[in-house]
């Protein structure tokens, strides 16, 4: 199913996403790091049976004060997280924002997050 014109293998369904607080707990234990200047990267390979990669946001009220700015990067990790999903490997990754992350453009943004994800392949 197609919803405005978007292949379905490019949306962002329930199974690619990290959901409970457990499954955050889970990365967090053990994470590896891409650090970057606006986000950190974290992600930790999936236990057997491997999955597709999924993802979990992390924008703190700190970095972020606004409402719309913290709803902004989490589109932008989203999307960025979308545009990949199918080429990454069986990961689960969160994306926190680091200071000065809501003062950034979205093309930095998305270059930034762009390039990290890149890494996991």
């Known amino acids: 199913m197609t ?35 606006r986000f950190m990267v974290l992600y930790r390979p999936q236990d057997l049976p491997a999955g597709p990669a999924r993802l979990g ?16 990067l989490k589109r932008i990790a989203r999307e960025a997280f979308r ?18 992350a809501a003062r950034a453009g979205g093309a930095e943004l998305r270059a930034e997050l762009d390039r990290l994800l890149e890494k996991l392949k």
């Open 3 to 37: 919803v405005a014109g978007r292949a379905p293998e490019h949306g962002f369904p329930r199974s690619a996403r990290l959901l409970v607080g457990r499954e955050y707990q889970r990365v967090f234990s053990r994470a590896r790091r891409l650090p970057g200047t």
């Open 83 to 100: 545009a990949r999903r199918q080429a990454l490997p069986p990961v689960d990754i969160i994306v926190l924002s680091r200071a000065g």
């Open 57 to 72: 946001l992390a924008v703190s009220r700190k970095h972020a004060r606004r409402a719309v700015d913290r709803n902004r």
